[in-house]
């Protein structure tokens, strides 16, 4: 996916390999979309001299969704989190249902997959003792692997350890929608939140084989040229944080974005394809898409 930084011109995006075929199947009725299944994402952030620095995972090529593509730590809702909360702090999940826009179940479980999953991933737990520290460092592997095998909710996770769910740590920024067209579909909300004092993020991720931590300007940089690959999702959240100077102020500025759900949409007239991204079109993709032969991008 090609990236501009402010005051640029962007290049042309190309579209994914997959995307043709099943944007066809789609327009001619051959393509049921499957249903999209709850996550959450975090954009984790540490403050440094050229300012903050976001978490990426260069996640495996042998991945069935987002192979080779660098990304947030994140995953699917786990339903167990819809029918018990942990012990909790910061904004209630009735105050998240507003929030983002769901029921209070499903708020309540997003918000703790947003915290279970950076936790399980990068190995930063956003929960303390109480609802004004955060647990101190020390080896959680164990725990972190049985998250992972799902063989004990969060709920079960924060009660064992008497620890506090701190959802004033996380800031709402986004949330994405899956295109129809796709095998696999996400409806994703994008959290921010800053890296705890005295917590490190793991160097190594069992479903990644790169960890970075980036500006947003180096990420969007590094996309453009080639060397770091991204969803559309994730290069915009980065462009959006180009212009912020700590991770404080991502937070602070998290709670005045709009939360409304954006969605890729495919058009096709003959070989020729273009997919919109509603508000975010420097994203478009267009171009020409034969059924047999390699494809003509056709810059914007």
Wanted: hydrophobic share 45%; proline share 9%.
């Amino acid at each position: 996916m090609a990236a501009h930084l402010s005051g640029s011109t962007p290049a042309a995006p190309s579209m994914p390999p997959g995307w043709p075929a099943r944007i066809r199947a789609l327009a001619a009725g051959e393509l049921i979309p499957p249903v999209p299944k709850p996550s959450a994402t975090v954009v984790l952030l540490r403050d440094a001299a050229d300012g903050p620095q976001a978490y990426l995972l260069r996640r495996r090529t042998s991945m069935a969704f987002a192979a080779g593509m660098y990304a947030y730590p994140g995953g699917g809702v786990d339903p167990r989190d819809a029918e018990a909360a942990p012990a909790w702090a910061g904004p209630s999940p009735d105050a998240w249902a507003a929030r983002l826009g769901v029921d209070r179940a499903t708020a309540q479980a997003v918000v703790c997959a947003a915290v279970r999953e950076t936790f399980e991933e990068a190995g930063v737990l956003l929960a303390g003792p109480d609802e004004r520290t955060i647990a101190p460092a020390r080896d959680w592997s164990a725990e972190r692997a049985a998250l992972e095998a799902h063989e004990l909710s969060f709920a079960e996770f924060c009660r064992d350890n008497a620890l506090v769910l701190r959802s004033d740590l996380l800031g709402g920024w986004a949330r994405w929608v899956t295109p129809a067209f796709e095998d696999r579909r996400y409806d994703t909300w994008f959290f921010v939140a800053a890296l705890p004092p005295g917590q490190q993020a793991a160097d190594e991720v069992g479903e990644a084989d790169r960890v970075a931590w980036l500006t947003p300007a180096e990420a969007v940089r590094g996309c453009a040229e080639g060397r770091y690959g991204m969803l559309p999702p994730t290069l915009s959240v980065l462009r959006e944080l180009l212009t912020v100077r700590t991770a404080r102020e991502a937070l602070d500025a998290s709670v005045a974005r709009d939360l409304a759900p954006v969605l890729g949409t495919a058009e096709l007239s003959g070989d020729r394809m273009t997919v919109r991204w509603s508000g975010y079109e420097e994203l478009t993709i267009d171009g020409s898409y034969p059924e047999e032969g390699p494809p003509t991008d056709d810059p914007q």
